[in-house]
């Protein structure tokens, strides 16, 4: 996607990066591996106090990660906030996918 956009950085950065900016490959990273970790999870905190710390832990993570991005001027809000939804949006397709398969397995389909 950063090939198609072609997006510059912004100008000022405060550590030299390389390629183009939208989206964040950091927050999209960031945002499937802590959600896939957060789903392995989930069935194994039973109450709704880990659950919730899971959650907020988990949103704190991605949105320090999205932060230190545009703070070190590597990319724009934008490019952090695509990053997110893209990441969101692949970890939503990727766990249809594999319950859509597991539950055809299960019936025998």
Known sequence: ?????????????????NGFSFPSGHTFATTVFFLAILSLLWPHLKQRWQRVTGGILTAVWILLVMASRVYLRNHFTSDVLAGLFLGTGWWLLATTALEHATHRHQIGG
């Open 1 to 17: 996607m950063k090939y198609t956009i072609l997006r510059p950085r912004p100008d000022h950065k405060l550590i030299p990066a």
